[in-house]
């Protein structure tokens, strides 16, 4: 079963909102089975990030978050907590008077949960904003059901992980930030990437689940508009610098831009950094059209990349 492309875009989108603040840590192994947080938090500082809203309330302590794309079931729940006592047991067998308050917190973050689950979970509705919900104290565990979540800006950078139309609305607020947002443009790239990945999906015909179907069509508008921006931006440049023609080369040069961001995300992303050989090649890559690099990028390795495109 093909994996979901929201699962690798909930793990980046949290790693950029939260590696400024602390260790980031995604897809950590835990026991000699084959399981993995998705991901954990360490902060540096205990400093409130206010900027990231209801979120930057949540990582003022060390915290694993699992991202769910589906509604949360009761297995999905049980496995989480596991994973954190497994985590937990590790810690207090490398340091035995570790107090109990920094102990890592568990967030499951669902775009929805059945009133029957919460319940059997004992989980109960944090005062003050609802979608937030408590688990008993000993499981150090919270579910935050985002649909649930108040239309705020302080829950923005939460809804950006849900689903349908919260996710849309999400999006669309985030596309009317201030353009020097620290994490507007690096936020609307993650997400192009996922767009691209679901549309080398459709152009391979990959069959689609109509959730991704869906979802192509609610981020198709977010790249238009930062391809509009790019663009913009290069016709500016091209007309302050006197240049002949400065219409039609500040065109050229917005798409250029574009796509060379969209190249070195796409390589980011890959493998985590770009070392001087992979940036030797990217004049090349971004010569072709777009709709034949992408599916390059995300499937070539490194040393498929090098060959196809080295001198």
């Not at 059901?145 to 950078?157: K, M, N, R, S, Y």
């Not at 996710?167 to 009317?176: G, I, T």
């Amino acid at each position: 079963m093909t994996r979901f492309p929201h699962d690798d875009f909930a793990k980046n989108y949290l790693t950029e909102l939260l590696s400024p603040l602390g260790e980031v840590q995604t897809e950590h192994p835990i026991s000699s089975e084959i399981r993995y947080v998705d991901v954990w938090f360490i902060p540096r500082t205990s400093t409130i990030p206010h900027h990231l809203g209801l979120l930057g309330n949540l990582v003022n302590h060390s915290a694993l978050f699992e991202p769910f794309r589906n509604p949360v079931t009761r297995q999905n729940i049980r496995s989480c907590i596991n994973k954190l006592f497994t985590i937990q047991e590790g810690l207090l067998r490398d340091n035995r008077s570790l107090p109990e308050n920094e102990l890592p917190y568990l967030w499951i973050l669902t775009p929805t949960a059945s009133s029957a689950i919460l319940e059997d979970c004992a989980a109960l509705e944090e005062n003050g904003t609802s979608g937030i919900y408590q688990l008993p104290f000993t499981l150090h565990t919270g579910i935050i059901v985002i649909h649930q979540l108040p239309v705020t800006p302080e829950t923005l950078w939460l809804r950006i992980l849900g689903r349908g139309r919260v996710q849309q609305q999400a999006l669309e607020e985030l596309q009317r930030m201030p353009s020097d947002h620290p994490h507007r443009e690096n936020t609307l790239e993650l997400v192009y990437n996922l767009l691209a990945q679901l549309e080398m999906r459709r152009a391979q015909d990959e069959p689609l689940e109509t959730e991704e179907e869906e979802l192509i069509m609610q981020l198709s508008p977010v790249y238009l508009q930062r391809l509009e921006e790019a663009t913009q931006r290069g016709v500016e440049q091209g007309l302050e610098r006197g240049l002949e023609q400065g219409l039609e080369r500040g065109l050229e040069q917005g798409t250029q831009q574009e796509r060379r961001a969209t190249v070195e995300s796409l390589l980011q992303t890959r493998f985590n950094s770009i070392d001087p050989q992979l940036r030797t090649i990217m004049d090349s890559i971004i010569s072709l059209p777009s709709q034949e690099f992408i599916p390059l990028l995300l499937t070539l390795s490194r040393e498929e990349l090098l060959e196809r495109f080295g001198a």
